[in-house]
């Protein structure tokens, strides 16, 4: 009677949950400047620097005079320290897609 039967071993019940995944927190986007190809806006959390792509208008860092252009390139777009002049302390990112996954890495100029 005093056997213990392996199948009634109760599963603790976890109290704590384990710290193991980095993003335990609620991310805090702020907004920055992505350069992938051409330029768009992108968000980046302020705690672990995870970005993402945000999509939408990104005619506002293309040169006034490319603006409405039916396709533009890169070279329609603002130079990185004119868009900081014109959003003063964003900070913009290259953005690029790897076999480990995406990687940014700061433009400072
Ligand atoms: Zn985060």
Redesign the pocket.
């Known amino acids: 009677m005093d056997r213990e039967s392996p199948i009634h071993r109760k599963k603790k019940p976890s109290s704590k949950s384990k710290a193991s995944s980095r993003?335990n927190?609620k991310?805090?986007y702020e907004p920055c400047i992505l350069k992938y190809l051409q330029y768009s806006w992108g968000e980046r959390?302020q705690?672990?620097g995870?970005i993402r792509y945000k999509p939408g208008h990104r005619s506002d860092l293309l040169r006034p005079e490319c603006r409405g252009k039916p396709y533009v390139w890169i070279g329609d777009y603002l130079s990185i320290r004119e868009m900081k002049e014109k959003y003063p302390g964003i900070r913009v990112f290259d953005w690029e897609y790897t076999k480990s996954g995406v990687v940014h890495k700061e433009i400072l100029e």
Do not use: G, Q, T
Request: aromatic share 0%; with cysteine.
């Open positions: 993003s927190h991310h805090k959390c705690i672990c995870r």
